[in-house]
């Protein structure tokens, strides 16, 4: 692996790990808060993660190196730790979760979106 191609893929990883631990301490304020505006951007979050999870995991599966095994292994228990049922996969439990994200975020903002290319997210390091 070049330092080029580990470089992108240390910033892929570090994206995802911030966007797994928002996504883990926004559930509570979420779920308990009244205010829709934090349902909203935890469902921001989350469709993001999704996302570049779904990313990070393709290209770990494609380089098919050994001393990056554990981080297939991680990523895996952090989508069971999120709801993934035993039987299914990742790459299923990543486009299911993203399409139900989506309904959700429709519902709670009327918005169409089944033409959203994906969600944005302010990655504020810190």
Sequence with gaps: MNEDSLEFLI???EQVEYL????IDAVWDAAT???TKYLEEYYH???ALMEKQHILWTRLKLM???ELYGMLIAIE???TALGKPPSMSVEAFHTTTRAEIKKSLSELTGEDLDNYDGIDVDFRWG
């Excluded at 797994?20 to 996504?23: H, L, P």
Aim: hydrophobic content about 25%; overall charge negative.
């Design 45 to 47: 979050h989350f469709y």
């Design 11 to 13: 910033a892929e990883m």
């Design 64 to 66: 098919q190196k050994e």
């Design 33 to 35: 808060n009244s205010d």
């Design 20 to 23: 797994q631990n928002y996504v």
């Design 77 to 79: 228990e952090i989508c």
